[in-house]
């Protein structure tokens, strides 16, 4: 499965690395691709493990404001 989504609050490349950091203890992961100056992430991962919810929670809980687009 790959899904877009639209991250709000990052400012720079340490937001980037807290968002990858945060989203890669997640089972199911595949790959994650942060656009900073887009404010967006393309994620792959296995959806019998991993649904976007659950990547949505973990970016909340990381201190951003994400969606699917």
Excluded: D, P, R
């Amino acid at each position: 499965m790959k899904q877009t989504f639209k991250i709000t609050g990052m400012t720079c490349q340490h937001c980037v690395k807290n968002i990858e950091t945060a989203v890669q203890e997640l089972n199911g992961l595949k790959k994650i691709k942060i656009h900073l100056k887009k404010g967006t992430a393309l994620v792959h991962y296995h959806e019998e493990q991993l649904s976007s919810e659950a990547i949505i929670n973990k970016i909340t809980e990381a201190g951003y404001q994400a969606e699917v687009i």
